[in-house]
């Protein structure tokens, strides 16, 4: 039996997120995160009238959330254990790839491990190539070891489900579903998925973006960038070789469309009677959207177009980008 | 009895995915609608909790789903993800993808004008 308890945080969390829900509601709205209160602040600030009367009841009837605001990464001290020379030279990756077999606990049993040869199994041994592809990237092009840097453990779950569309990133490894079958093919089968859920974690690690809103746009446009990267790495691409499109391959033949999304074409990936159109804009620009309960949607569909206005300004070579992505960030911060 | 269903997140939004699906079991088969039910009654839906809380710091893209149901003058809302570890939940929860699932392919027949078959 689950016990509530009246002063059980988990169940004040519970309520204040669902108040979020209903001032928040969106099409895409990430109701779990906290929001901090600068940020609601500023939406008072300097949002339409209604995000701002929204931002102000926030602000005013959720005290709670401030108190209860998961803190554990912000409230870290800003010094970082980095490793010594010698774990960095060694720059060993560390996967595991285990198999939920259909059920949705994770991890699941332990399928493959580092050593280990192919199993036969697709998925397990595409997982287990997507994490080393993105291991590498991130070691060979920025000296960057592993997700935390510090050479932490890469752990995938793959046949997550019955049916499962989706991949995510649970906070410590990648979950990975087959897809339908009828409108999507399994999850592993595009390398830049695989990089972009990891790119959760170096995310999470760096800059521990709220996945709402603003920062969660942010959040979602550092995955697609780094995951188009990750493909870009291996198939020893220039940035203007590369298609920039986020999960080719994803989609069954029955379905009208190339991948989930577009960052070259924006608003071209996909159109389908069942899946409907491809909503993403093709410029921060046109998210100044005066009103509206689709504004935050919007937000969060539309930063991931970003790197694509960027490419003319030197995405020429991996060790260029990482200047260029801190131009996006600027770039978002600015819009 | 019926349940509504809807899917929020995930790694891409699509606009077809997100719209809620009613599920009423009066317009299922018999054997169905009482499967249907023993779901409900074995999730233990109406002692849910409206929500389980938020997911591990730094999680993306799980689906968050919200379920409905209103039965003999009772309605009660559970949000959960993809991360629930109540059993019923996730058995409940299978079922109802499996039924979005089906009640979505039916909007691909007969096939869109628009989409003819492409020529060889
Ligand atoms: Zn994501």
Same mark, same amino acid.
């Given at each position: 039996m689950r016990h509530m308890m009246k002063d059980d945080p988990t169940t004040t969390v519970g309520s204040t997120v669902n108040g979020l829900a209903r001032l928040? $509601?969106?099409? +895409? $709205? +990430?109701? @779990?995160c906290i929001l901090p209160p600068h940020m609601l602040e500023s939406i008072a600030q300097n949002g339409t009238p209604q995000q701002r009367s929204r931002a102000l009841q926030t602000l005013a009837i959720d005290h709670t959330l401030r108190a209860l605001r998961v803190a554990p990464s912000s409230a870290a001290p800003a010094t970082r254990r980095r490793p010594g020379m010698l774990m960095l030279a060694e720059g060993q990756k560390r996967r595991t790839i285990s198999d939920a077999r259909h059920d949705q606990n994770l991890p699941g049993s332990v399928v493959r491990a580092e050593g280990a040869p192919p199993t036969g199994d697709p998925a397990v041994d595409e997982a287990f190539d997507g994490l080393g592809a993105t291991y590498d990237l991130f070691w060979d092009? @920025?000296? +960057?070891? $592993?997700i935390d840097d510090e050479g932490m453990p890469m752990d995938a779950t793959v046949h997550f489900g019955q049916d499962y569309n989706n991949a995510f990133w649970n906070g410590e490894r990648m979950v990975f579903g087959d897809g339908d079958g009828e409108l999507f093919n399994r999850f592993t089968i595009s390398i830049d998925v695989m990089g972009h859920e990891l790119t959760h974690g170096v995310t999470e690690d760096e800059a521990q973006l709220v996945y709402f809103f603003q920062p969660g746009a942010l959040n979602e446009s550092m995955s697609d960038v780094f995951g188009s990267l990750v493909k870009q790495y291996m198939l020893k691409q220039r940035a203007d070789q590369a298609d920039w499109l986020i999960g080719v391959g994803l989609f069954t033949a029955k379905v009208n469309g190339v991948a989930l999304r577009s960052m070259k074409a924006p608003g071209t990936a996909y159109d389908d009677p069942v899946l409907g159109k491809d909503p993403q804009p093709a410029h921060m620009i046109t998210l100044s959207i005066p009103s509206g309960t689709t504004a935050a949607y919007t937000l969060i569909q539309a930063s991931p177009i970003m790197p694509s206005t960027l490419l003319p300004h030197g995405w020429a070579d991996t060790l260029g980008r990482r200047r260029a992505v801190s131009g996006t960030r600027c770039c978002a911060i600015r819009d | 009895m019926r349940i509504t269903f809807t899917m929020e997140g995930g790694i891409a939004y699509f606009p077809g995915l997100s719209r809620p699906v009613t599920i009423d079991s009066s317009e299922l088969l018999k054997q169905e609608a009482s499967e249907l039910e023993r779901l409900v009654e074995a999730a233990r839906f109406f002692d849910q909790p409206a929500t389980t809380g938020p997911p591990a710091r730094g999680a993306a893209d799980y689906y968050q789903y919200t379920i409905t149901v209103e039965v003999r003058g009772r309605q009660h809302t559970v949000r959960v993800t993809d991360?629930?570890?109540d059993a019923g939940l996730q058995v409940l929860l299978r079922y109802l993808r499996a039924k979005a699932k089906a009640l979505r392919a039916a909007a691909r027949t007969p096939p869109s004008p628009e989409h003819p078959d492409k020529p060889e």
């Open positions: 928040f $509601s969106q099409p +895409r $709205s +990430r109701l @779990y092009a @920025y000296d +960057r070891n $592993s | 991360l629930v570890e």
